[in-house]
C-alpha cells in the first residue's frame, strides 16, 4: 500500500477507534490510496490552494442576531439595521470574509403559494455589499424555534400549516403519533399536495424566484455560495430529537415514521430515502444555481458515536453502525452534484463530553475525523462550522486542528470556516479578543498573543 493510502487507513481507525464493542473498525472508507489533492481552498475569494488561507465567513443567521425578531422580520423589514450595520464593520476590519444568511420560506413565501417577499433580504444584501463583505445563502425550508440556539420562531408558511390541518401525512411522525412541523417529510417529494404542486416543485420554484431577484449578487461575485437545506434545522437529517417533543441531550431520539406514503420501514431504506431526499432536491438545485456553488449541511449527531449500534445517528438517517460507513452514500449524492460538505461540531472535543456527559458515549472528533475522510475520499470540497457557541482558546485552536490536519500527505484541508453565530456576546472584551485571535490565525498569520 502506497503511503498515502496507509495514512488514510490510519486515520480511518481513529476515527472508530473507541468503539470497544466492534471486532473491527471496518467500513470507514472506501477509498484505495491516495485520491489526489482536490483544490478544498477555492472558496469566498478565490484563494491559491497551496495557500494556507481560509475564507472565514461569519453566520449571520436570522435566529441569532441582535433582537428577538431575527435580522429580517415577518414583515420583510431589517432589524436594528444602524446596529448591524457598524458590528459588520468590525468584523470586516477584524479580517471576516463575509457572511451566511437563512432565507426563510416562512418569511419569503408567507401567506399564499409562489408569491415571494424579498425585499428586506434586498435591503441586507445590499448593507453587506456595501462593506465589501461576501455572502453565503442558505435555502431554509424548515420552521425555526424550539431547537438549541432558537431565540426567535418562524413558522413554515401560512398556506402550508392550513394544508397540514387537512392532511397531517404532509409531516413526519413519530411512534407516539406526535406530528413534527419542523419540515414536510420526504413522503411528498413527488406528491401533489401542496395545491397541486410536489414538495420539491415548491422547493425549485423558491431557489428559482431567488436567483431571478439577486441576479446581480450571483454576476458581480458578492454572492459565493448557496446551502440548500434539506431537513430539520436546514440539516440533512430526519427531525429525530426534537426538543419541542421533550428531548433532552443525549437522548437517542426517535424514528419518524412516513405515514401514508410509505409505512413500514427498516434502516438500509430510511437512510437511503434520506439519500434519495438529498438526491430529488440538489437536482433541482443544481438546475436553478446553475454555475453557482451550492452546499448541504450534514448535522454532527455525536452522541452514541462510541457504541457499535450508533443508534442517534440512526434515528437521525445515518446508517452508520461500527461496521459500516453511513455518511460515503451521502458524499457520493454530493460528488454527483457538484456540491460542498459543511459539518458541524469541528470545535468540540471528546475529552470534554466525557467529562460533563459521561453517560453520552460522544466522541466528536472521532465521528468529524470520519466525516472529513468520506468527502475527502469522494473528492468534494469540506466547510465546518461549530455546533455550540465557542469564544474560548481551546474551542478555537480545535477548529483550527480540523482546519488542515497535520502532516496529510495529500494536503487535504477545508476550504472555508463558518463561525455561528453573531450576537451581543461576541463582542465582549475578552471573547472578541480571542475571536479576533482565531481570525487571524484561520487565515495563515502568525499571532502573539493578545492583551486582554
Keep these: 500500500m502506497a503511503n498515502g493510502g496507509a495514512w488514510q487507513a490510519e486515520r480511518r481507525v481513529r476515527a472508530h477507534d473507541m468503539c470497544a464493542p466492534c471486532a473491527a473498525p471496518t467500513g470507514m472508507g472506501k477509498g484505495n490510496g491516495s485520491s489526489g489533492t482536490p483544490n478544498h481552498m477555492r472558496r469566498l475569494c478565490g484563494a491559491n490552494p497551496s495557500s494556507p488561507f481560509l475564507p472565514l465567513p461569519w453566520r449571520l443567521a436570522e435566529q441569532a442576531c441582535l433582537s428577538q425578531l431575527g435580522v429580517v422580520n415577518g414583515n420583510g423589514e431589517v432589524v436594528d439595521a444602524d446596529e448591524l450595520v457598524g458590528q459588520l464593520r468590525v468584523l470586516k476590519a477584524a479580517g471576516v470574509d463575509g457572511v451566511?444568511?437563512?432565507?426563510?420560506?416562512?418569511?419569503?413565501?408567507?401567506?399564499?403559494?409562489?408569491?415571494?417577499?424579498w425585499t428586506g433580504y434586498r435591503r441586507l444584501f445590499q448593507m453587506i455589499r456595501e462593506l465589501k463583505l461576501k455572502l453565503q445563502v442558505v435555502m431554509s425550508f424548515?420552521?425555526?424555534?424550539?431547537?438549541?440556539?432558537?431565540?426567535?420562531?418562524?413558522?413554515?408558511p401560512h398556506w402550508v400549516i392550513e394544508?397540514?390541518?387537512?392532511?397531517?401525512?404532509?409531516?413526519?411522525?413519530?411512534?407516539?403519533?406526535?406530528?413534527?412541523?419542523?419540515?414536510?417529510?420526504?413522503?411528498?417529494?413527488?406528491?401533489?399536495?401542496?395545491?397541486?404542486?410536489?414538495?420539491?416543485?415548491?422547493y425549485f420554484d423558491f431557489m428559482r424566484s431567488f436567483r431571478v431577484e439577486f441576479d446581480e449578487y450571483f454576476e458581480d461575485g458578492i454572492i459565493s455560495e448557496i446551502e440548500i437545506g434539506l431537513g430539520a434545522c436546514g440539516e440533512l437529517r430526519y427531525p429525530s430529537y426534537p426538543a419541542k417533543h421533550g428531548w433532552k441531550y443525549p437522548?437517542?431520539?426517535?424514528?419518524?415514521?412516513?405515514?401514508?406514503?410509505?409505512?413500514?420501514?427498516?434502516?438500509?431504506?430510511?437512510?437511503?430515502?434520506?439519500?434519495?431526499?438529498?438526491?430529488?432536491?440538489?437536482?433541482?438545485a443544481r438546475l436553478a444555481f446553475e454555475g453557482s456553488n451550492i452546499a448541504v449541511k450534514v448535522s454532527g449527531v455525536h452522541w452514541w458515536y462510541k457504541t457499535a449500534s450508533h443508534?442517534?445517528?440512526?434515528?437521525?438517517?445515518?446508517?452508520?453502525p461500527c461496521n459500516r460507513d453511513g455518511y460515503a452514500p451521502i458524499a457520493a449524492v454530493l460528488k454527483k452534484y457538484g456540491a460542498a460538505l459543511n459539518f458541524t461540531c469541528v470545535e468540540l472535543r471528546t475529552m470534554d463530553q466525557h467529562e460533563v456527559y459521561p453517560e453520552a458515549f460522544a466522541d466528536p472528533e472521532g465521528l468529524v475525523w470520519q466525516v472529513l475522510n468520506a468527502a475527502w475520499d469522494a473528492g468534494i470540497q469540506v466547510a465546518n462550522e461549530n455546533a455550540l457557541p465557542c469564544y474560548d482558546r481551546d474551542g478555537f485552536n480545535k477548529i483550527l486542528e480540523n482546519a488542515r490536519p497535520l502532516n496529510d500527505p495529500d494536503g487535504q484541508h477545508l476550504f472555508g470556516f463558518t463561525y455561528l453565530r453573531l450576537s451581543k456576546v461576541l463582542f465582549e472584551r475578552p471573547n472578541f479578543f480571542e475571536s479576533e485571535r482565531f481570525v487571524k490565525r484561520m487565515h495563515g498569520e502568525a499571532v502573539l498573543d493578545l492583551q486582554v
Design 100 to 117: 451566511m444568511v437563512d432565507c426563510s420560506w416562512g418569511n419569503v413565501e408567507a401567506h399564499r403559494p409562489q408569491e415571494y417577499n
Design 142 to 156: 424548515h420552521e425555526c424555534g424550539g431547537n438549541v440556539g432558537d431565540d426567535i420562531s418562524i413558522p413554515l
Design 163 to 202: 394544508i397540514g390541518r387537512n392532511n397531517p401525512d404532509i409531516y413526519f411522525t413519530d411512534r407516539a403519533g406526535r406530528l413534527n412541523t419542523e419540515c414536510l417529510s420526504w413522503g411528498i417529494d413527488k406528491e401533489r399536495v401542496l395545491q397541486g404542486r410536489t414538495a420539491v416543485e415548491v
Design 251 to 284: 437522548g437517542i431520539g426517535e424514528f419518524q415514521e412516513i405515514m401514508s406514503y410509505y409505512g413500514l420501514f427498516f434502516l438500509s431504506w430510511y437512510s437511503q430515502t434520506l439519500v434519495n431526499h438529498a438526491d430529488r432536491v440538489l437536482m433541482l
Design 311 to 320: 443508534a442517534a445517528e440512526l434515528t437521525a438517517g445515518f446508517y452508520n
